[in-house]
């Protein structure tokens, strides 16, 4: 256990100064109760936190949410934001998984109605979403119509007729980030992202068809359109293979020019530039590349999920977009009148009701904030607060955050065992491989419930639903 | 002083991979690397029998750039030619630049679980009898 000064600022707050490392040029601030307290301290999450508290042009106080855990460079569950003029950018605080994200799609029909028809739906959901690229992939695109997906991303795919009009409103930024230069991308982001789209990988990506369980905000969830017993799909991915080259290409370039600009990092993954540097430039543009190709990914599984319902259910199978939020994505913003950067890494936007980029929509409650717990276990759809802006820079958490390694999840339970048990709670389960199943058990991660709790307590987003998943996908 | 022999080894963390290399010299170091990657993906993609083998070079500033940039070049021709890489041979390998043959076989489903290889805490260690090394792969 790492030995800090910290002190605790609130019963979900703990601060530790700017003094409790030599190189640190701002706090950190933790949001947690004492029992994800000890176990953030458990690994090298706040090591990892105090490293990205020394990075040029930090404000403000560098952040971990509570369901932060330990990296690579920044640590998951990580925010910070750097002056747009004086401060850097960081692949590394980014990830690898460019918008990686979620989106909630609400149906009209109820889950109890699925009854029998459940296990075909769910059944034909694995076959028509794959994991990843086979030999010539779900949706082939030429090299100009790639370059449509990384410049207009979900607008370009409303000219397919993969979405519609009314999607755009409900995605962040409109599933189009202006600044993405294609320009600057590689050959071999292009030759890795070929044939990716609509697929979802591996890991911790998934599908869920879910049942709200419970409304425990009436008037927000009545805006969301949500109600009890409603069936819901939620869709974890993001930007495939795409993304990952984009991030290896970055990484290795901002490790080239470091020394020019006299930057020295704690650890070389926060290889990094000046913003305003070209180098900065030139990421920031690939970054929104990817971003939109991570947009667009999600919405041609949406796409296919429609297909699904609706042939499997007729007129009842309709689904319409609540929302979709990058949980792993820099942005330009304006925060107390200054342009900053913040990098989100494993942690969500939460915008209240009065921040102009709150979809028209939801401005009477604030911007969903979607935050899936484990698999076989509840997700919850908060909203954000204007709170949050001062807060956080309008920062939350992402989803329940692991507490346990894939080695210690697999010798705790075998992928059969925790098929056996989702199954009993009369979940459908679709996987190819159980180990995976194993990897992903709900005792691998956080109780969502203590996360969830402390983001509302601390004012960071406000509690609307719960929902309890009725079939997993999982590539 | 006996050389150690060439190992790899799966170590705890949160959310990622962490994997530990021994081998006596650089050369097995980087064919052990490729080993512990190809094993990690075949654990998600499957195998063929089908075998392929691809030529490769790299060059780097220093050494602990050279593991990443290898195991990421690797990691490249898996997803975009739908391959596992098993085994290398012949590596010739210095502190900026690798260079051999690297044996694999061809998957119908291109490997994605692993994202990248990344340099958190990577260093490239001489120890008694050959080198060792930790590398953080995303997944």
Redesign the interface.
């Known amino acids: 256990m790492t030995a800090i000064p910290a002190t605790r600022l609130s019963p979900v707050l703990v601060e530790i100064p700017r003094s409790a490392r030599a190189d640190m040029r701002v706090p950190a601030r933790i949001y947690a109760d004492e029992t994800l307290w000890e176990a953030i301290q458990g690994d090298r999450t706040v090591d990892q936190l105090l490293n990205v508290a020394t990075l040029p042009g930090v404000t403000g106080a560098v952040y971990a949410m509570p369901d932060a855990h330990e990296g690579y460079g920044f640590p998951v569950g990580g925010v910070a934001a750097f002056d747009a003029e004086t401060g850097i950018i960081s692949p590394g605080g980014v990830g690898y998984d460019i918008n990686c994200g979620v989106r909630l799609l609400r149906g009209d029909i109820e889950a109890d109605a699925l009854g029998a028809r459940l296990e075909p739906l769910v059944h034909e959901l694995s076959r028509a979403i794959p994991s990843g690229m086979g030999r010539g992939g779900p949706l082939q695109l030429s090299d100009a119509e790639l370059d449509r997906v990384l410049v207009e991303g979900v607008e370009y795919l409303v000219e397919r007729a993969m979405a519609t009009p009314e999607d755009l409103e409900t995605i962040e930024a409109n599933g189009r980030i202006p600044w993405a230069s294609p320009r600057d991308v590689s050959t071999r982001a292009r030759e890795r992202g070929r044939g990716q789209l609509g697929t979802i990988g591996s890991g911790n990506h998934f599908l869920e068809v879910q049942r709200v369980a419970r409304i425990i905000d009436q008037d927000a969830a009545t805006a969301l359109g949500l109600r009890e017993g409603q069936c819901t799909v939620l869709i974890h991915t993001g930007s495939r293979g795409f993304g990952h080259q984009v991030c290896t290409d970055f990484v290795r370039r901002m490790d080239r020019v470091m020394a020019r600009h006299h930057i020295h990092v704690p650890d070389r993954e926060l290889a990094c530039g000046p913003f305003a540097s070209d180098e900065g430039q030139a990421y920031f543009g690939a970054m929104g590349a990817a971003a939109n190709f991570a947009f667009a990914n999600r919405q041609v599984i949406t796409h296919r999920v429609r297909d699904v319902f609706t042939r499997m259910l007729g007129a009842e199978g309709m689904l319409t977009l609540v929302y979709d939020v990058a949980h792993n994505m820099a942005k330009a913003e304006l925060h107390e009148g200054r342009r900053l950067i913040v990098h989100r890494k494993g942690a969500t936007r939460a915008f209240g009701p009065s921040h102009p980029e709150t979809p028209a929509r939801y401005r009477a409650v604030g911007q969903p904030v979607l935050i899936p717990g484990s698999m076989g276990t509840a997700s919850y759809v908060l909203v954000g607060t204007d709170a949050a802006l001062t807060e956080s820079f309008g920062s939350c958490c992402h989803g329940a955050g692991r507490r346990m390694s894939r080695g210690a999840a697999k010798r705790l339970q075998a992928g059969h065992e925790v098929r056996r048990v989702l199954e009993e709670k009369g979940i459908v389960v679709r996987c190819a491989r159980s180990q995976e199943l194993a990897e992903e058990a709900p005792e691998a991660y956080k109780d969502v419930e203590r996360v969830v709790d402390v983001v509302h307590r601390a004012g960071l987003a406000r509690t609307v639903a719960r929902l309890e998943p009725i079939g997993v996908v999982k590539g | 002083m006996s050389p150690i022999a060439a190992s790899h080894q ?1 170590l ?6 962490r994997v530990r290399l021994r081998a006596p010299d650089l050369g097995a170091l980087f064919r052990e690397a490729a080993r512990a990657l190809g094993e990690t993906l075949a ?2 993609a499957g195998g063929t029998e089908d075998p392929e083998d691809h030529d490769v070079e790299i060059v780097a ?1 220093d050494l ?2 050279l593991l990443v ?1 290898w195991l ?1 070049e690797l ?2 021709l898996a ?2 030619r ?1 391959w596992i890489p098993r085994d290398a041979e012949a590596l010739e390998v210095s502190h900026t630049r690798v260079r051999g043959r690297v044996r694999g076989t061809r998957v ?6 692993v ?2 290889a ?5 260093h490239v260690t001489p120890v008694r009898g050959g080198y060792e090394a930790e590398v ?1 792969f ?2």
Do not use: Q, R, W
């Not at chain 2, 705890?12 to 991979?17: A, D, R």
């Not at chain 2, 119908?108 to 679980?113: C, E, V, Y």
């Open positions: 799966i705890e963390h949160t959310s990622e991979l654990a998600e500033p602990d750039a940039d990421n990691l490249y997803e975009t739908c119908p489903i291109a490997p994605s679980l994202k990248a990344t340099h958190h805490g990577l953080v995303d997944v």
